[in-house]
Structure formats: C-alpha cells, structure tokens
C-alpha cells in the first residue's frame, strides 16, 4: 500500500497539489514532475525569524519542478504574500530559505511503496512517520549499501545535501557516512 506522507502539510494549514503524473525514481518510490504548494509562512519548520514572532497574514506560494536532465528539482517560482497594511521587508525575506521549504514539502509529495523500502528510506522521506514505526531488530537501523544509494539519490532529488542525509539517517558521524557512500558509488549505487 502506498504511503502519502503529507500528515504534517495538513496540521501546518499548506495545502500541496502534485501534478503531471509521476516519475519513478527508484524501485518503490515515485514522484511527482510539478509540486505546487502554499501556506502560511509562520508554519513553515525552515522560517527563521531570529525569534521574534511572525504575523499569522503572511502566505508562501512555491512552484518546483523535476528536471529529470538535472536529476533534481527546481524552483520554479516562490512568491511571498503579505498581509493587508504590512510590508514584505528584505529582513524578513532574508529569513525564509526558498530550498529549505523545499526540502521540507517535496517529499511528502513522494508516493511510497513501504513494503518495497526499507525503515531508513522511508524514514528519510517521512520523519514525522518515524515515532510510528519501529525497526524489524528492535529499533536500530541497519546499515545497507543499497539503502545508503537510496537515501543519498532522494537527497540529491530535493536537494538537500546528501552526505548530511546518509549521515542523520543512519546516525553516523560525517566521516563515516561518507565512507559508506564511497562503498556504495564503487558499486554503482549513488
């Protein structure tokens, strides 16, 4: 059954839609060509506003698409809306990172064949589903060659950087992870 991992959209009030059909990107995993989405800014988990508090007003609207030349999305579009009798200020634009809320809603557009992954990959794509799931060994992640392939190319896809991927998805040190995806490009995986 696929998984849609878009709970965390809809407790955030964003709305996604997903369209010109899907691109299978990797055994079990399919995305979507073009990925629209908006929402309040002030729900967005990347906006920063070095603490100080957002007006609920302000929208976020944002357009990316899959090259698949690149191997990665673009953006494509990303407007800010303000609310009546305010003003969108070159602070406050300096705040919101137009990849970190990318990075944030393209793979909650992913569609998910979770008996085809493993606990890692769709962990990467769905954190807000890892408190649900549990590992088949009791709760820790094994590390596989093929499963580290995976999680570096879906990094790549929203890019994100890869390396910091494979590392917090299998809690390895920076050196480590980077070891592991060494292995894996000498097998062909990445």
Not at 158 to 166: D, W
């Amino acid at each position: 059954m696929p998984i849609t991992p878009e709970t965390e959209l809809r407790e955030r009030d964003w709305n996604v839609s997903a369209s010109h059909g899907l691109i299978d990107v990797h055994p079990g995993i399919a995305i979507p060509r073009l990925v629209r989405a908006g929402g309040p800014l002030s729900r967005v988990p990347s906006a920063d506003v070095g603490g100080a508090a957002l007006d609920e007003g302000f929208r976020l609207e944002i357009e990316a698409v899959y090259s698949q030349l690149l191997g990665y999305y673009t953006l494509r579009s990303f407007t800010l809306v303000a609310p009546e009798d305010e003003e969108v200020t070159g602070v406050l634009l300096r705040t919101v990172t137009p990849l970190g809320v990318m990075r944030w809603i393209l793979p909650r557009t992913f569609q998910l064949d979770a008996s085809a992954l493993s606990v890692a990959v769709v962990d990467f794509v769905a954190p807000e589903l890892k408190p649900y799931r549990k590992a088949p060994n009791g709760g820790s992640v094994s590390i596989d060659l093929t499963n580290v392939g995976t999680v570096y190319r879906l990094a790549t896809i929203v890019r994100y950087p890869p390396a910091k991927a494979v590392a917090e998805t299998f809690c390895l040190q920076a050196r480590t992870a980077t070891n592991w995806i060494a292995r894996a490009r000498a097998v062909g995986l990445t």
